[in-house]
C-alpha cells in the first residue's frame, strides 16, 4: 500500500510481510489527491485506529460514496477492479489507519473450519462498518505491531498468524456471501504485487526488466502483465514509469539535489528527455514543480 500512497499523504509507522498475514499501520495526512487501490486476490481489512475524517471511494468514473469514519471503524474491500479513494480530517497526523491483508490460503482454511466445504464464496462489501471483534483482534495485532506496546524487540510473526487466522475465521463466518460462481483464479497475490513494486524501485536507475519481474513472480510474461494491469489500472512499464516519477518528485522536495543529478537517479541519462517525461505526468517542468511547490 506504500506505493500508493504520494509522500505527502502517509507516514508509515510499522509494516510486517509475508504470503499468509500483511499488516501496515499509516499516520495519514490530507491529500487532494485521489489514490488507487489495488485489485488483488486478497480482501483488504482496514481500521481506523485513532482520529476522524470523511473517507471517499468511487469505481471508474461513477459517482463518489462519501463515509464519516471515527475510531475503531472500519472497511472490507474485495473489489475485482481497482478503485479510487480520498479523505479529509480534521485531526490531522492522528488520523491512524491500519490494513491488513489475508491470505487466501488462510481464507480457506477457515471455510472449512467453519464447513463451507468447496462451495464458492466471497467476503461482502463494508465501508465504515462496526464490529467489536474486528476491532479487537486488530487492536491486538496493532499492539504487536508498535514498539512501545510490546515486550519483545521485534513483532512475533506466530502472534500474527494466530491472529491473522482468527481474523479469517470471524470474516468467513460473519461477512461470507455464496457466488455460486468460481473463484477469480487469475488475480494477483499482494505479496506477489509488493515483490514486483520492491523490485521496481530498487532498479529505478536502470532499464526496465519485465523479464525478471515475471520471472520472480514464477509467472509467464504475459500471464503476469495480465495480472499487474488487472490489480493496478496500468501496465508494469507504465508503473515503473510513474515510480520513477513519484521519486523525482520526493528528490525534488526534499533534497538539494541538482535536477541532473534526480534524472541520474531515477534512470535518465537525458536530463531534457527527463524533463519531458516528468511535464508529461506531472503537468509542469521539475523546475517548476521545485520552486512551486
Known amino acids: 500500500m506504500p506505493d500508493y500512497f504520494p509522500a505527502e499523504a502517509r507516514l508509515l509507522t510499522g509494516h510486517h510481510l509475508d504470503s499468509d498475514v500483511q499488516v501496515q499501520i499509516f499516520r495519514h495526512r490530507n491529500t487532494t489527491?485521489?489514490?488507487?487501490?489495488?485489485?488483488?486476490?486478497?480482501?483488504?481489512?482496514?481500521?481506523?485506529?485513532?482520529?476522524?475524517?470523511?473517507?471517499?471511494?468511487?469505481?471508474?468514473?461513477?459517482?463518489?460514496m462519501a463515509y464519516a469514519v471515527a475510531a475503531d471503524d472500519f472497511f472490507l474491500t474485495t473489489s475485482q477492479v481497482p478503485y479510487e479513494m480520498r479523505w479529509h480530517s480534521d485531526s490531522g497526523d492522528d488520523f491512524q489507519v491500519m490494513h491488513v491483508y489475508l491470505s487466501q490460503r488462510l481464507l480457506d482454511l477457515a471455510a472449512r473450519d467453519a464447513a463451507v466445504g468447496e462451495r464458492a464464496f466471497r467476503l461482502k462489501e463494508v465501508s465504515g462498518g462496526r464490529d467489536p471483534e474486528i476491532a479487537g483482534l486488530m487492536r491486538l495485532l496493532f499492539g504487536e505491531m508498535t514498539p512501545d506496546r510490546r515486550a519483545s524487540a521485534s513483532a512475533s510473526a506466530m502472534y500474527l498468524q494466530g491472529i491473522g487466522q482468527a481474523l479469517a475465521v470471524h470474516l468467513v463466518r460473519r461477512y461470507r456471501e455464496e457466488t455460486g460462481f468460481p473463484r477469480q483464479p487469475h488475480a494477483l497475490p499482494v505479496y506477489k504485487l509488493h515483490q514486483a513494486i520492491e523490485?521496481?524501485?530498487?532498479?529505478?536507475?536502470?532499464?526496465?526488466?519485465?523479464?525478471?519481474?515475471?520471472t520472480d513472480?514464477?509467472?509467464?510474461?504475459?500471464?503476469?502483465?495480465?495480472?499487474?494491469?488487472?490489480?493496478?489500472?496500468?501496465?508494469?512499464?507504465q508503473y515503473f514509469i510513474h515510480?520513477?516519477?513519484?521519486?523525482?518528485?520526493q528528490l525534488l522536495l526534499g533534497s538539494d539535489s541538482s535536477i541532473l543529478s534526480i534524472a541520474l537517479d531515477v534512470g535518465y541519462n537525458n536530463p531534457s528527455h527527463f524533463t519531458h517525461v516528468f511535464k508529461r505526468h506531472v503537468g509542469v517542468t521539475p523546475r517548476e514543480y521545485r520552486e512551486n511547490s
Open 217 to 237: 513472480a514464477g509467472m509467464s510474461l504475459s500471464h503476469f502483465s495480465r495480472t499487474f494491469r488487472k490489480a493496478t489500472g496500468v501496465a508494469p512499464s
Open 199 to 214: 523490485a521496481m524501485r530498487n532498479n529505478l536507475d536502470r532499464e526496465f526488466n519485465l523479464t525478471r519481474l515475471a
Open 33 to 64: 489527491r485521489s489514490l488507487t487501490i489495488p485489485a488483488v486476490a486478497e480482501p483488504l481489512l482496514v481500521l481506523v485506529v485513532s482520529g476522524a475524517a470523511l473517507v471517499e471511494e468511487r469505481v471508474d468514473d461513477q459517482e463518489w
Open 243 to 249: 515510480l520513477r516519477m513519484e521519486t523525482a518528485r
